[in-house]
């Protein structure tokens, strides 16, 4: 089993930045992918970034050039840094992780971009 805990989200005006953070726990080792997701009001889940183990990463066409995923395998975390946010950035952000086996969904993480 993996545990993830999100944090980080705000409010921002548009043009500004954010991080967001996914602090792993439990079964650690066995993930070999951790991504970001993001719902908007109304809208289904929408993916925007993958990293693997090996640290190769994947962007959505809608954030590439803006957004960043990182990891830190000592402290287990994956974070999310955004520029440039847009008023349609805003979301609830989700963490993902899955292990080969299963996958495994954090709480989520209010992020609002003001106009």
């Known amino acids: 089993q993996v545990q993830l805990v999100e944090s980080g989200g705000g409010v921002v005006q548009a043009g500004g930045s954010l991080s967001v953070s996914c602090a792993a726990s439990?079964?650690?080792?066995?993930?070999?992918?951790m991504a970001w997701h993001r719902q908007a009001p109304g809208k289904q889940r929408e993916w925007l970034t993958t990293?693997?183990?090996?640290?190769?990463?994947e962007y959505s066409n809608s954030v590439k050039g803006r957004f960043t995923i990182s990891r830190d395998n000592a402290k287990n975390t994956v974070t999310l840094q955004m520029i440039s946010l847009k008023p349609e950035d805003t979301a609830v952000y989700y963490c993902?992780?899955?292990?080969?086996?299963?996958?495994?969904w954090g709480q989520g993480t209010q992020v609002t971009v003001s106009s």
């Open positions: 439990g079964n650690i080792f066995s993930i070999n992918a």
């Open positions: 990293i693997t183990s090996a640290g190769r990463t």
């Open positions: 993902w992780a899955a292990d080969g086996y299963n996958s495994y």
